[in-house]
């Protein structure tokens, strides 16, 4: 009995030193990849490289998620409030909450599916084929080479897909809104300006910023820190789509309720 408790007890203590040696090695990426973001050379071609790829590749899902996201959501206020005469609160409800939540949380969980997925593959395979030394043989810092450019394309990337399905999601709700649902197309517009501000909109741009770089920071870490061939990839790979989609909808919280202090 005394043998089993004793056991319990160091299994316990190991996943607390565990966990607190992965903390210690998150917190020195992190600082190493912001220490190397203001450090000469500047990677511009393969900054504008990552930008191409998390942005300009994820436009089709995103137009998708936000076209679908929109209709559906108008679609559901309208049966959840269509009691008390709704029609001229449809297009407010609907582009607030497309401003400040729907658009950057559900575009940084699109692109943490994506695109984090692709870092942590993408720097996997080169810790695990040794070319992340090789670069540091020729005197390239590893951090400065593939870290950086894409931390920074993702926060770059994300508040402008983030923009993007505001853009679309609007219009998805406004056709389902005008066009199913038979919503005279001023009275679905003309309460939007009462309700809702810049304030909101730079609200989920900040957000998209944020989630941008942590989905960056999660996906690069995990690609530096894979071990043990083909399956430390892949437990890498699942892992930052797995951390960075949590991360986005845990933070999300936080951000909200500070930016609702200064915004």
């Known amino acids: 009995m005394v043998q089993l408790v004793l056991k319990q007890i160091n299994s316990i203590g190991e996943s607390l030193i565990s966990l607190v040696n992965g903390l210690g090695d998150f917190t020195l990426f992190v600082s190493r990849t912001i220490f190397w973001t203001f450090k000469p050379p500047y990677r511009v071609k393969l900054l504008f490289d990552q930008i191409y790829f998390m942005g300009n590749k994820s436009i089709f899902i ?18 959840g409030i269509k009691a008390i005469n709704p029609d001229s609160f449809i297009g407010p409800i609907v582009t607030i909450a497309l401003a400040k939540e729907l658009a950057p949380v559900l575009s940084g969980l ?36 593939l870290a950086v450019p ?26 389902i809104a005008t ?23 730079v609200e989920g741009l900040i ?45 999300d919280y936080f951000l909200t309720t500070f930016l609702a202090q200064i915004l």
């Open 62 to 79: 995103i137009f998708l998620t936000s076209v679908f996201t929109g209709a559906v959501f108008a679609m559901q206020i309208y049966l």
């Open 110 to 145: 699109v692109v943490a599916g994506r695109c984090g997925a692709a870092m942590a593959a993408q720097i996997g395979s080169m810790k695990v084929t040794e070319q992340i030394d090789a670069l540091e043989v020729m005197g390239i810092n590893g951090y400065q080479y």
């Open 150 to 175: 894409r931390i920074l394309g993702a926060m770059i990337s994300m508040p402008l897909l983030s923009a993007i399905f505001l853009l679309v999601g609007y219009t998805g709700a406004w056709l």
């Open 179 to 201: 066009k199913v649902l038979m919503i005279d197309p001023t009275l679905y517009t003309q309460k939007i300006s009462d309700f809702m501000n810049l304030g909101m909109v």
């Open 207 to 251: 957000k998209a910023a944020v989630f941008g770089y942590l989905i960056g920071v999660i996906g690069t870490y995990q690609g530096f820190n894979v071990t043990g061939g083909a399956e430390g990839v892949g437990k890498g790979t699942n892992m930052a789509v797995v951390w960075g989609m949590i991360t986005v909808l845990v933070i």
